[in-house]
């Protein structure tokens, strides 16, 4: 039977974390993670990662240990972006980068290839891409440069929006990202905290590939870690300007704000990662992203569950939650097909659907 918490209960703040497992089963502190945190997602890494089939066990058994636990399907996510984020090798159909994609392909070319994307992804579980890449990088020493479609804006939201159609064709989830884009840096924020180098405190470039997309109707974005001076003295991730006046009220956005990694250097250089989320948490975002430490899951969940100031934000971001997950349809692909497909796989390769 599912259990009903309350805001003052750690699972009921587990619902807002996306968090990391160790390896490709699952084990005992996945069921933990799963069924007494009751975490509302999970990210996979190459780490979790064998054959497809070993996919395909994975999500399934995550999702049995889920639905007994609160009636409602996880989020499964990866990075399948393309290029030199790919979590899923062959015979998963391998993405060229998509710089090349905005270069050689047509966005008709790159929707029916988000689609068989898409569609491999739901055949093995997975419900949700951490794609696509809609920052506008200035020059090739942005550390977006080889993810991102194009330098133009308009072609990065044509090239965004086809692969977000196709994605979504496919039966996965898209994640826009990332906001309010990092195509104005020279930074990593994997390692450090990137600044915005533009000046332009409208951002006109950055923030017309997410207008559109949001305008498109896609589900989820995920933000940046990002310092925009003209802004706000925090980054993007913790800072209400960005998420709330800009992503919820200028751009009109209604689905689910994503944080990047909150272990990422960027972030994590400054504040703890549970103190990190109850900022985000504050500022706007929903879903908050912890991709390598299950302790600090459960710290983040404890600390959220004592701070009564809280309450109503995270009413706010489960109720987005709920409905994004409820949405999802459960795969009813059986293990033969999953190897029937990808032994095929090699023979139909190819650029097209």
Known sequence: MQQQNNAGDPPFWGQLLMVGLPGPRVDALARELVRELQVGGIILFARNIETPEQVWELCRELQKEALAAT???????????????????????????????????????????SRRVGRELALVGINMNLAPVLDVPRSPSCPLWHRAYSSDPERAARYGLAAIRGYLAGGAIPVAKHFPGLGDTMADSHEVLPRALSGDAKREADIFPFLKAAAAGVPAVMTAHLLVPEWDDRPATLSSV????????????????????????????????????????????????????????????RLLAGDADLATRGQVAAGRLRCLRESINLPHYGLQEVTEYFRKQPEIRGAGG
């Open 71 to 113: 009636g409602r399907p996880l989020l499964i996510s990866v990075d399948q972006e393309g290029g030199p984020v790919q979590r899923l090798k062959e015979p998963f159909t391998i993405i060229p980068p998509a710089r090349d994609l905005g270069i050689t392909a047509t966005p008709e070319e790159v929707e029916d290839l």
């Open 242 to 301: 960005a998420l709330e006046d800009w992503l919820r009220r200028h751009l009109k956005f209604p689905g689910v704000i994503i944080t990047d990694d909150l272990e990422m250097g960027a972030i994590a250089s400054q504040l703890p990662v549970a103190r990190a989320a109850r900022e985000a948490l504050a500022a706007g975002a929903d879903l908050l992203l912890i991709c390598n430490n299950p302790q600090a899951a459960w710290e983040t969940a």
